[in-house]
């Protein structure tokens, strides 16, 4: 199945594997490449070095095409960069929009660009500073969300630029990927759906976490960061919702610390990216210090498999899936599922 987005970026099928931290790593993403989607490294949770090493694994694992997701606010974001393009990472993302500076940087060396965005109007930015295509998430996805259903969110982007436009939030299937295709899209992006995979690195147990939970067990909560976050309701969860401001501060502070050891970064560098994310927010401090640490709420979940002391980011389809096929079975699948709709599409036009 040929699409822009196939085109684009050199894939051969318009499925992308998005870049989720602590879960996209070298094993998953060259998974994912091989089996024909397109796979993204998340490297916010990694240090430049952490960086450029996962990419080599990446590339000694496969020849096929993949990308890197970072933070276009990251104070370090300019040296991420340079290591994509020295690197020859055919693909950058970003879950932020990233600023037109980087963007010129990066298609300057030939990369491809394809921002995420949760709304029209950034889509209409990033197109205008020349980013090749967008990955658009309506509420349905995981991780920060917006509360725009899919289903509007993406005609209406569709309709305002002209680029590539790639549907996520609420997509694990064939079908799913038809139905993106009908309203303009070039293709799907999963998160959930390749994280429930046998070639995802999240421990066993918080895979049956999620195959446990129901469409019900999937919420939408600002206690973690201050911000809207789509993840599965757990005992933590409502724990920080009950929390007073205090004892949630001392929470953040000592998460804070621990995100420091692993991440490198200094005080002062978190404080930044904390205050970025702050503003024009009504955030405490100690949602200003969550958001800068949330990573390591992430990482106690989804590597050392401590559901009581992490959080773990979902989409709604969480709730209506059910295996954990390889990314191979997984994309082979979707792919069938999609050319078996189209085709009885086919047969109910002609009668």
């Not at 020849?63 to 340079?82: K, L, Q, Y």
């Not at 709420?297 to 401590?306: D, K, P």
């Amino acid at each position: 199945m040929r699409t822009a987005l196939t085109e684009l970026t050199g894939v051969r099928h318009p499925v992308v594997q998005t870049g989720m931290g602590w879960v996209a790593g070298p094993r998953l993403v060259s998974a994912a490449a091989n089996a024909g989607a397109l796979g993204i490294l998340a490297s916010a949770t990694m240090t430049p070095a952490g960086l450029r090493r996962a990419v080599r694994e990446v590339k000694g694992r496969t020849d096929a095409p993949f990308g890197v997701n970072m933070r276009a606010d990251a104070g370090d974001a300019r040296e991420r960069v340079r290591i994509i393009v020295d690197e020859g990472v055919r693909v950058a993302s970003f879950a932020l929009a990233p600023s037109r500076e980087l963007v010129a940087e990066l298609k300057d060396a030939g990369v491809v660009v394809i921002p995420s965005v949760g709304a029209r109007r950034h889509a209409e930015k990033v197109a205008a500073w020349g980013a090749d295509a967008v990955i658009v998430q309506g509420g349905e996805g995981g991780g920060h969300t917006g509360d725009v259903a899919t289903t509007v969110l993406l005609p209406q982007v569709v309709d305002a630029v002209d680029i590539p436009v790639v549907a996520a939030g609420g997509f694990h299937d064939g079908r799913g990927l038809v139905a993106a295709l009908a309203y303009g899209a070039a293709g799907i992006a999963m998160g959930t759906r390749f994280l429930l995979t046998s070639d995802s690195t999240v421990p066993d147990a918080v895979k049956a976490r999620y195959l446990a939970a129901s469409v019900r067990d999937v919420t939408v909560t600002t206690a973690v960061d201050g911000l809207p976050h789509r993840m599965l309701r757990s005992d933590l969860v409502e724990t920080l919702e009950r929390a007073g401001r205090t004892r949630a501060l001392l929470h953040a502070l000592r998460r804070a610390a621990g995100f420091r050891r692993i991440s490198g970064q200094s005080w002062r560098e978190m404080a930044r990216d904390g205050l970025a994310l702050r503003h024009g927010r009504d955030l405490s401090w100690s949602q200003v210090l969550l958001a800068a640490n949330t990573p390591m709420l992430l990482r106690a979940a989804m590597v050392e498999g401590r559901t009581d002391l992490g959080v773990m980011a979902s989409g709604q389809v969480a709730g209506v899936i059910e295996d954990l096929p390889s990314c191979a079975e997984l994309v082979g699948r979707v792919m069938a599922e999609a050319e078996g709709a189209l085709r009885g599409l086919r047969l109910g036009t002609t009668g």
